[in-house]
C-alpha cells in the first residue's frame, strides 16, 4: 500500500473520531500492518479536503489509544494490531466520565473555535493593558452592559442597557440578590427540587427555604398558592426554562397564574435563566411578563462558557437597581475586565450566537443518545438540554445506583443535592463532561445495562 486514506462517515460525529477509529479498524482488519507509515499530516488534510487541525486531533487521539507512534523528523507510523482491539475499546471508552457536572458539551468546529481566539487575541488593540492595570465600575461599562443588553433582547424586548447589571457569575447574582431583599425571618419559596447554589445561599445566610410542589410541567400553581398563605415567603425563587435538574420547562398559563399569585401575597420573584437561551422554541420568561416584580438572571456558564464567570441581571426598578450595584459593590466588587471582555467581544461580533448553535447542535446529538438507550428506562430530558433526570425504577436507591456507577467510572448527582423536602430515588446526568460521542455511548450504555438489571445482582457479597 503506497498510501493510505481513511473511510470516513461524515455527519455522524467528531470527524477526527472517525478518522481515528477508521485508522483502528483498519489496523484490526490487516489492511494496515506494523511499522506502515501514515500519511503526513497536512498532506492527508489535503487529501480530505479538511483542515489540518483535524487531522492533528486524530493522529493524536490514534496515538492515545496505542495505535500509532510518532518519530521525530521521520512520521508517524502504525504500532500494530492492538491486543485484544476490542477489549481495548471497552476499557477504553467504559465511562472515566464525570456526568455530575453540568456543562455544555465542547462541540468541534475548527473554523469557529479558530474565530474565537482571534477574538481573544484582539482585546489587545481594543482594550490594551487598561483590562489588566485598571478597575472597572461596578455593574460593568457601559459597552459591557450595551453587549448583554443585545444578548438577552431576545428573551426580553425592548432592554436598554441602563437596566442590565454585570455581575461575576450567577452564583454572586444570586447571592446579592438574596442579601438585599430577605431579611433574618424571610423565608424564599423554591421547587422542590431547586439549583443546589441557592440552598447553599441558604444554609449560609440561615434563611428558611419552602419547597413547592411539582410535575412534569415544573411548580403547580395550587402549591404555589397553599406555600403563600401558610408560610408567606418573601421571594420565589425559580428555573421557569429547562429546570435543573427536571428539564421541567412552565407553560405560559402556568407562569401567569404563578405571577398571579405573587402580586396577591406580595411575593418578588428570582428567575434564574441558565438556560433561556438554549431552547429554539422558548416561552417569554417571567420578567418578560412581570418585569416590575421580577429579578431576572442570565448567566453565560450554561450557554456559552463556564469560564467567564459572566452573568446579566436586569432587577425590576432603577431603585431597585441601584440598590442592587450597591450590595454587590460590597460583596463580590467587579466581574472581570477580561472575561467581561471577552463576552462582549463574542457578542458583538456574532460569534456567541454561533457558539450556541454549536452547543445546542452537539447537545441534540448526544441527547438522541441517552434518548435511545434510557428513553425506555424512565429518563426525563427535554429538547436542547444537556442535563436530563432519571427516576429510578423500583428496587434501587439513589445511593446503592450512584456507588454501582461509580464503580465504573461513572459520576452522577443523587436527589439529595436539589431536594428542598425528602429526596426521591432518582439522579441526574450530565451530557457536558464526556470527551467523545464514543465515551459518551459507552456510558450511557453503562447507566442503562445498570438501570436494568436487579440491585441484588449488581454485587457479591462474600
Same mark, same amino acid.
Given at each position: 500500500?503506497?498510501?493510505?486514506?481513511?473511510?470516513?462517515?461524515?455527519?455522524?460525529?467528531?470527524?477526527?473520531?472517525?478518522?481515528?477509529?477508521?485508522?483502528?479498524? &483498519?489496523?484490526?482488519? !490487516?489492511?494496515?500492518?506494523?511499522?506502515? =507509515? /501514515? @500519511?503526513?499530516?497536512? $498532506?492527508?488534510?489535503? %487529501? #480530505?479536503?479538511?483542515?489540518?487541525t483535524t487531522v492533528s486531533r486524530a493522529y493524536s487521539e490514534a496515538q492515545r489509544r496505542g495505535l500509532v507512534e510518532g518519530k521525530v523528523?521521520?512520521?508517524?507510523?502504525?504500532?500494530?494490531?492492538?491486543?485484544?482491539?476490542?477489549?481495548?475499546?471497552?476499557?477504553?471508552?467504559?465511562?472515566?466520565?464525570?456526568?455530575?457536572?453540568?456543562?455544555?458539551?465542547?462541540?468541534?468546529?475548527?473554523?469557529?473555535?479558530?474565530?474565537?481566539?482571534?477574538?481573544?487575541?484582539?482585546?489587545?488593540?481594543?482594550?490594551?493593558?487598561?483590562?489588566?492595570?485598571?478597575?472597572?465600575?461596578?455593574?460593568?461599562?457601559?459597552? &459591557?452592559?450595551?453587549? !448583554?443588553?443585545?444578548?438577552?433582547?431576545? =428573551? /426580553? @424586548?425592548?432592554?436598554? $442597557?441602563?437596566?442590565? %447589571? #454585570?455581575?461575576?457569575?450567577?452564583?454572586?447574582?444570586?447571592?446579592?440578590?438574596?442579601?438585599?431583599?430577605?431579611?433574618?425571618?424571610?423565608?424564599?419559596?423554591?421547587?422542590?427540587?431547586?439549583?443546589?447554589?441557592?440552598?447553599?445561599?441558604?444554609?449560609?445566610?440561615?434563611?428558611?427555604?419552602?419547597?413547592?410542589?411539582?410535575?412534569?410541567?415544573?411548580?403547580?400553581?395550587?402549591?404555589?398558592?397553599?406555600?403563600?398563605?401558610?408560610?408567606?415567603?418573601?421571594?420565589?425563587?425559580?428555573?421557569?426554562?429547562?429546570?435543573?435538574?427536571?428539564?421541567?420547562?412552565?407553560?405560559?398559563?402556568?407562569?401567569?397564574?404563578?405571577?398571579?399569585?405573587?402580586?396577591?401575597?406580595?411575593?418578588?420573584?428570582?428567575?434564574?435563566?441558565?438556560?433561556?437561551?438554549?431552547?429554539?422554541?422558548?416561552?417569554?420568561?417571567?420578567?418578560?411578563?412581570?418585569?416590575?416584580?421580577?429579578?431576572?438572571?442570565?448567566?453565560?456558564?450554561?450557554?456559552?462558557?463556564?469560564?467567564?464567570?459572566?452573568?446579566?441581571?436586569?432587577?425590576?426598578?432603577?431603585?431597585?437597581?441601584?440598590?442592587?450595584?450597591?450590595?454587590?459593590?460590597?460583596?463580590?466588587?467587579?466581574?472581570?475586565?477580561?472575561g467581561a471582555a471577552i463576552a462582549t467581544s463574542w457578542i458583538t461580533q456574532g460569534l456567541a450566537n454561533e457558539a450556541l448553535r454549536a452547543?445546542?447542535?452537539?447537545?441534540?446529538?448526544?441527547?438522541?443518545?441517552?434518548?435511545?438507550?434510557?428513553?425506555?428506562?424512565?429518563?426525563?430530558?427535554?429538547?436542547?438540554?444537556?442535563?436530563?433526570?432519571?427516576?429510578?425504577?423500583?428496587?434501587?436507591?439513589?445511593?446503592?445506583?450512584?456507588?454501582?456507577?461509580?464503580?465504573?467510572?461513572?459520576?452522577?448527582?443523587?436527589?439529595?443535592?436539589?431536594?428542598?423536602?425528602?429526596?426521591?430515588?432518582?439522579?441526574?446526568?450530565?451530557?457536558?463532561?464526556?470527551?467523545?460521542?464514543?465515551?459518551?455511548?459507552?456510558?450511557?450504555?453503562?447507566?442503562?445495562?445498570?438501570?436494568?438489571?436487579?440491585?441484588?445482582?449488581?454485587?457479591?457479597?462474600?
Open positions: 500500500m503506497s498510501e493510505w486514506v481513511p473511510n470516513v462517515v461524515r455527519g455522524s460525529g467528531p470527524l477526527y473520531l472517525a478518522i481515528a477509529d477508521a485508522l483502528e479498524a &483498519d489496523i484490526a482488519s !490487516g489492511v494496515l500492518r506494523d511499522g506502515f =507509515r /501514515l @500519511p503526513a499530516q497536512r $498532506a492527508l488534510a489535503g %487529501i #480530505l479536503k479538511i483542515d489540518f523528523g521521520q512520521g508517524t507510523y502504525v504500532k500494530g494490531k492492538p491486543q485484544d482491539s476490542v477489549g481495548a475499546s471497552k476499557s477504553r471508552t467504559s465511562g472515566i466520565v464525570d456526568m455530575a457536572m453540568n456543562l455544555p458539551p465542547r462541540f468541534n468546529d475548527q473554523t469557529l473555535e479558530s474565530k474565537m481566539w482571534a477574538a481573544v487575541a484582539g482585546l489587545e488593540n481594543s482594550g490594551g493593558m487598561g483590562l489588566i492595570l485598571r478597575y472597572q465600575e461596578v455593574g460593568g461599562t457601559i459597552e &459591557d452592559r450595551d453587549a !448583554g443588553a443585545g444578548w438577552l433582547s431576545d =428573551r /426580553l @424586548p425592548d432592554l436598554t $442597557a441602563d437596566r442590565v %447589571i #454585570l455581575v461575576p457569575g450567577a452564583q454572586a447574582a444570586l447571592l446579592a440578590i438574596t442579601t438585599l431583599l430577605l431579611s433574618q425571618d424571610s423565608v424564599i419559596a423554591v421547587e422542590r427540587f431547586t439549583y443546589p447554589g441557592l440552598k447553599a445561599i441558604a444554609t449560609h445566610m440561615n434563611r428558611q427555604l419552602a419547597p413547592v410542589e411539582m410535575d412534569d410541567f415544573g411548580i403547580i400553581p395550587d402549591s404555589f398558592a397553599e406555600v403563600c398563605r401558610r408560610q408567606a415567603p418573601t421571594l420565589l425563587y425559580c428555573t421557569p426554562t429547562l429546570q435543573n435538574p427536571t428539564t421541567a420547562t412552565l407553560p405560559l398559563d402556568r407562569r401567569q397564574a404563578i405571577i398571579e399569585i405573587a402580586r396577591e401575597h406580595d411575593v418578588l420573584i428570582l428567575e434564574d435563566d441558565a438556560y433561556g437561551k438554549l431552547s429554539n422554541d422558548p416561552l417569554p420568561p417571567i420578567a418578560a411578563l412581570a418585569p416590575d416584580i421580577t429579578f431576572h438572571v442570565a448567566g453565560l456558564s450554561k450557554c456559552l462558557s463556564p469560564a467567564l464567570r459572566i452573568a446579566y441581571v436586569v432587577p425590576p426598578s432603577p431603585r431597585a437597581t441601584s440598590r442592587l450595584i450597591s450590595t454587590i459593590r460590597a460583596m463580590t466588587s467587579i466581574a472581570s475586565p477580561i452547543i445546542r447542535a452537539e447537545t441534540e446529538l448526544r441527547r438522541s443518545i441517552a434518548e435511545e438507550l434510557l428513553a425506555p428506562l424512565g429518563l426525563r430530558s427535554a429538547m436542547n438540554a444537556f442535563h436530563s433526570w432519571l427516576p429510578l425504577p423500583h428496587g434501587w436507591t439513589r445511593g446503592e445506583f450512584s456507588t454501582r456507577l461509580r464503580n465504573v467510572g461513572i459520576g452522577v448527582v443523587t436527589s439529595d443535592a436539589f431536594a428542598a423536602s425528602t429526596p426521591i430515588e432518582a439522579v441526574r446526568l450530565g451530557f457536558g463532561p464526556s470527551a467523545d460521542h464514543a465515551q459518551f455511548h459507552a456510558s450511557i450504555k453503562a447507566i442503562a445495562e445498570i438501570v436494568s438489571e436487579s440491585p441484588e445482582l449488581t454485587s457479591l457479597v462474600v
